[in-house]
């Protein structure tokens, strides 16, 4: 079986709870404007194509040091067939399997990834309908219903919400996630906020503007009034 890989880091501490090797899968389903690595957008290639053997192997030879692994992109679940094949072989090596997503498929469909996945780490962009498909190219309905779904399963790990200074209407989407959440908000869901940065994004939206410290700080107090245990803002 093959998937179609980007990049592969044996260590990460950024990918999820503690060390992780992770994958990154290439080709998305989104165009959001300020993506960071649009390279991995398109759906590449025959060369960058890996048998499920060799991640498997990679990740052998990491087990000592990793507590898990986490699957990224691009829209790693858009290989869904490949990372359940390759989750059930991370389980048998007593490792924890986590998924970083785009939200856009509908997971409830899929029981076998459910099982075998520990936690999710989803991308809500835009609560606002409207926003999402200026921003992303897509429908967020979906989107949103994962959060809601994942969160009433305890496997949402965490939300991620990026902050573009005037062109997003943040102080909506973080009030919306809180709402939306409300009801699970017992469990310990984190809310990241991650302020735009130009670095990597395509020209036509590098004029976009990062959020000051202030305005960070202040969606971060709404989100811990909304109910989140634990709100981080990224640098
Ligand atoms: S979902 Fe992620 S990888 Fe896909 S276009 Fe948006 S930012 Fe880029």
Redesign the pocket.
């Known amino acids: 079986m093959l998937g179609r890989i980007s990049q592969i880091i044996d260590s990460s501490v950024v990918d999820g709870p503690g060390n992780r090797t992770a994958i990154f899968f290439q080709g998305?389903?989104?165009?959001?404007h300020?993506?960071?690595?649009?390279e991995?957008?398109s759906h590449g290639n025959p060369k960058q194509d890996m048998e499920l053997s060799e991640v498997v192997e990679r990740i052998k030879r990491n087990r000592p040091f990793i507590k898990g692994i986490t699957v990224s992109?691009?829209?790693c679940s858009l290989q869904y067939a490949f990372i359940e094949a390759l989750f059930l072989e991370t389980k048998k090596m007593g490792l924890s399997n986590y998924i970083d997503t785009?939200g856009?498929l509908a997971f409830w469909e899929l029981p076998a990834i459910i099982e075998l996945t520990d936690g999710f780490m989803l991308?809500v962009?835009a609560t606002d309908a409207k926003s999402h498909m200026e921003l992303?190219g897509e429908d967020n309905a979906v989107v949103l219903k994962n959060a809601e779904f994942l969160a009433s399963i305890g496997k949402l790990h965490e939300v991620r919400t990026?902050v573009v200074k005037d062109e997003l209407n943040n102080q909506k989407t973080v009030e919306e996630v809180g709402d939306l959440l409300q009801e699970h908000l017992d469990q310990p869901i984190r809310y990241k906020l991650i302020p735009f940065r130009p670095h990597g994004v395509r020209t036509a939206y590098g004029h976009w503007q990062s959020p000051d410290l202030e305005e960070m700080e202040r969606l971060k107090d709404l989100a811990l009034a909304k109910g989140f245990k634990e709100v981080i803002v990224t640098s």
């Open positions: 998305c389903n989104f165009n959001c300020y993506c960071h690595n649009p991995t957008i992109g691009g829209e785009n856009s991308d962009k992303t990026v």
